[in-house]
């Protein structure tokens, strides 16, 4: 007699479950559109392509033009952790959705720009802004509140997101340039900016029911907040690691376009090359990934910044179309490992109570560096007339990140152990 009352409740518990897998395959698909779309991927990835029409229009040098990059990258860096800060308090789509709707805009303003730079560096003030609330920093937590067991693999695809339109949007805003030009490039790619970003967020991103009270409850009882993770070995070590990199691969990014034309590329050839840059870093995305899950996951960084290295020696020294386009791909490989691996090993070693704030520091770190990188290219450029001598210096500076990243311990531990030890012992001597 008990059966029927048994599969009377199953119909309800499988339509649960049915629309539990259809929400977070939502809230998967908002998160990859968002960073497909994001700061990261449509403005980090068409700089180089827009400096030379830039430089062109308005008599500006690359170093001027780099500015730009350095300013809307250290705002980044200066912004990212109370962007964090606020995504640990507050649902997801409070925060990400304005910085959305900002960041669309201000990069379609861009086709408005005057010649005095102070216009440019304006808008890009605007951008760096929010620019982290429309990347994985600002999809993360909240994908992690969704996918539990499956994690990992649900990281990966948001991080697939940027890998994808790092290598769709330097195409598409050459082709856009050659077409209608500049300025109607950036009016263009700020409407789908929009288009994509806006409606996704504001109608399927949300936290599971309850996630948000849970965070809350236990960062109360978190003793020490922050800055005993901050202060720990690993997140020292991850994080200098990271600022080295970054210097690098930005500086690279930035001017890899202008380089490429200067020996002889074709303008759409050198996008071309820029679009298997990206590629490879959303393949490696992908497989990273997967390593991540069965191997040490700072021994696989360390291993695809090596060959990050070896793809800067490509760049350096090839000659010709098939050494450019498979230096683009080590070092596309690099640069995917190192968006995987950053956060995972944070989650690892800190777990999610302070997730996003912490994230958000690497992101200044990174951007900080990132700010740098483009400036010293350009600025050598301008005085030597050739990138050469810049970048052995920084395929130097990215193998000093592998060793850096070879030498974190390993995280056996409790995911929060590590803030506890320090706080411990910041509590002892202070007792002291």
Same mark, same amino acid.
């Given at each position: 007699?008990?059966?029927?009352? #048994?599969? $009377? /409740? /199953? ?32 403005? #980090? ?18 170093? %001027?033009?780099?500015? !730009?990059?350095? =300013? ?5 860096? =200066? ?7 606020? +995504? ?27 010649? /005095? ?6 808008? +890009? ?17 909240? &994908? ?20 994808? !339109? ?70 020292? +070590? ?11 691969? $930005? ?17 759409? /050839?050198?996008?071309? &090359? ?51 386009? *498979? !230096? ?8 995917? *490992?190192?968006?995987?691996? #950053? ?7 800190? !777990?999610?109570?302070?997730?996003? %704030? ?32 810049? +970048? ?21 531990? $409790? ?9 411990? #012992? ?7």
């Amino acid at each position: 007699m008990d059966t029927p009352a #048994v599969l $009377n /409740h /199953h119909p309800s518990r499988l339509q649960k479950n049915s629309l539990e897998s259809g929400r977070r395959a939502l809230v998967l698909l908002t998160a990859c559109c968002g960073v497909f779309a994001g700061f990261g991927s449509a403005f #980090v990835f068409t700089f180089g392509v827009f400096l030379k029409p830039l430089s062109a229009a308005f008599g500006w040098s690359r170093a %001027e033009v780099s500015l !730009g990059f350095t =300013v809307a990258a250290l705002t980044v860096a =200066v912004c990212s952790p109370f962007i964090g800060r606020l +995504l640990d308090r507050y649902p997801a789509r409070r925060i990400i959705l304005p910085c959305v709707m900002i960041y669309g805009i201000g990069f379609g303003s861009l086709s408005l720009l005057t010649p /005095h730079i102070g216009h440019f560096l304006a808008v +890009l003030v605007l951008l760096g802004i929010v620019g982290n609330g429309t990347t994985q920093l600002g999809y993360a937590r909240v &994908v992690s509140a969704w996918f539990d067991a499956s994690r990992g693999r649900a990281l990966a695809a948001v991080m697939a997101g940027s890998g994808t !339109g790092s290598m769709v949007f330097p195409p598409l805003a050459q082709a856009l340039i050659s077409a209608y030009g500049w300025r109607s490039a950036y009016a263009i790619l700020g409407g789908i900016i929009l288009a994509l970003g806006v409606p996704l967020v504001a109608v399927f991103l949300y936290e599971p029911s309850g996630q948000k009270q849970t965070v809350k409850a236990s960062a109360a009882k978190e003793m020490g907040g922050v800055w005993p993770c901050v202060r720990s070995l690993p997140f020292i +070590l991850l994080t200098s690691g990271l600022l080295l990199f970054s210097v690098a691969t $930005n500086g690279l990014n930035a001017h890899l376009p202008p380089l490429l034309t200067d020996r002889g590329f074709s303008a759409e /050839h050198a996008a071309a &090359v820029l679009s298997v840059l990206g590629f490879s870093a959303l393949a490696s995305k992908l497989s990273t990934g997967y390593l991540l899950d069965r191997f040490f996951a700072a021994r696989v960084a360390m291993f695809l910044f090596v060959v990050c290295a070896a793809g800067f020696l490509l760049i350096i020294y090839g000659q010709g179309t098939i050494m450019a386009y *498979a !230096g683009a791909a080590l070092i596309g490989a690099g640069m995917g *490992a190192e968006s995987d691996a #950053v956060p995972y090993l944070l989650t690892r070693y800190f !777990g999610l109570r302070r997730f996003s %704030e912490l994230y958000g520091y690497t992101w200044s770190a990174y951007a900080c560096a990132g700010a740098l990188g483009p400036l010293v290219m350009g600025g050598m450029f301008d005085k030597t007339g050739s990138y050469r001598s810049t +970048l052995l210096v920084f395929c130097g500076i990215v193998l000093v990140a592998a060793a850096l990243f070879g030498l974190l311990p390993r995280y056996k531990t $409790n995911s929060t152990k590590v803030c506890r030890q320090s706080s411990t #012992v910041a509590s002892a001597n202070g007792a002291g």
